[in-house]
């Protein structure tokens, strides 16, 4: 359900054009990569298979991460809930290829994998921001905001 925005935070490119942005004043991804981004956004469509990988180096330690996903439209914040295994990062949390899950360890590099089918009960938008943070209990440990058209 609505597992797209999940995806589309986690879409950007390393270079100089980066779609991707910190929160203010949370931990950011280090980077952040996907087949379906490029320059200043991402297109995703209804019905695809999406894949992503976001680095995080965590400052401490931490033993779950819910997920929170929240799709901006026209300035109103739309939290969209995500299914198990999606609702806790831990369980795509990867420490040199290895599925680490939590507790993270800090100062060491955590990929988030992350595999999900953008369902066609997703709302269609151009130019969106959506949000992506990791929640220990309910306060964001690492955000990120990225500008995505779900077609």
């Known amino acids: 359900m609505f597992k797209l925005v999940a995806l589309t935070v986690l879409l950007a490119i390393s270079g100089t054009q980066a779609f991707w942005s910190a929160c203010p004043g949370v931990l950011a991804p280090t980077s952040i990569t996907s087949d379906v981004c490029s320059g200043s956004s991402c297109s995703v469509t209804l019905g695809q298979d999406f894949t992503a990988e976001a680095t ?12 929170r996903i929240t799709v901006f439209v026209l300035g109103v914040g739309i939290n969209i809930p995500q299914d198990a295994p999606h609702d806790n990062i831990c369980n795509s949390l990867y420490r040199d290829g290895v599925l680490a899950g939590c507790p993270t360890v800090p100062g060491a590099a955590h990929v988030w994998r ?8 997703t709302p269609t938008v151009n130019n969106a921001r959506v949000r992506f943070e990791g929640l220990e209990n309910g306060v964001p440990q690492v955000c990120a905001d990225v500008t995505a058209t779900i077609a």
């Open 114 to 121: 992350i595999n999900l089918t953008v369902t066609t009960n």
């Open 56 to 67: 995080v180096v965590f400052t401490q330690a931490h033993a779950r991460l819910d997920t």
